[in-house]
């Protein structure tokens, strides 16, 4: 059983940076995908970026060169640095965990955190 517990979610203006975290339990963390989605009010829940077991990446093409998603296997944790943030970026961020080769699908990720809100002024 993996859990996770994301973190790092706050207010910023638009043009700034923030960094947000998820923490992971489970002896096989390494071995799982991880993914970030995010959610806005009344909208689905939308791919953002995914890193693999192995450190491979690739990010939805809105965050494309503004986010960057990286592991710390040793620590049991993913990152998402998101930098040139913009109001349509407003959402609330999960952290999501599968295990094999990553995927951009909702439905195909096993475990997810509860979400850390991120909200971007104009």
């Known amino acids: 059983q993996v859990q996770l517990v994301e973190s790092g979610g706050g207010l910023v203006q638009a043009g700034g940076s923030l960094r947000v975290s998820c923490a992971a339990s489970?002896?096989?963390?390494?071995?799982?995908?991880m993914g970030w989605f995010r959610q806005a009010p009344g909208k689905e829940r939308e791919f953002v970026a995914v890193?693999?077991?192995?450190?491979?990446?690739y990010y939805a093409d809105s965050v494309k060169g503004r986010f960057t998603i990286s592991r710390d296997n040793a620590k049991n944790t993913v990152y998402l640095q998101m930098n040139g943030l913009k109001p349509e970026d407003t959402a609330v961020y999960y952290c999501?965990?599968?295990?094999?080769?990553?995927?951009?699908?909702?439905?195909?990720?096993?475990?997810w955190g509860q979400g850390t809100q991120v909200t971007v002024s104009s």
């Open positions: 489970g002896r096989t963390f390494s071995s799982y995908a």
């Open positions: 999501a965990a599968r295990r094999s080769y990553y995927s951009v699908y909702v439905a195909e990720y096993d475990y």
């Open positions: 890193i693999s077991w192995s450190g491979a990446t």
